[in-house]
């Protein structure tokens, strides 16, 4: 698993805007079409997909 980075205020947007609570999670990929997201405590990871 990579590392996460803390999110840009953008992608603290998007975590925010996909229901999540953007103190949460950490930035692993973030892609044009997709932002693959790692949570802080658990490590569990999710995929935001980005309309195109």
């Known amino acids: ?5 803390r999110p840009t205020k953008r992608q ?3 975590i925010k805007a996909n ?3 953007m103190e949460n ?3 692993e990929r973030d892609m044009p079409s997709m932002m693959v997201i790692i ?3 658990s490590g569990k ?3 935001i997909r980005r309309g195109a």
């Open 45 to 47: 990871s999710r995929t």
């Open 39 to 41: 949570h802080r405590h």
């Open 19 to 21: 229901g999540l609570n």
């Open 12 to 14: 603290k947007m998007e």
């Open 25 to 27: 999670w950490l930035v």
């Open 1 to 5: 698993m990579k590392q996460g980075k």
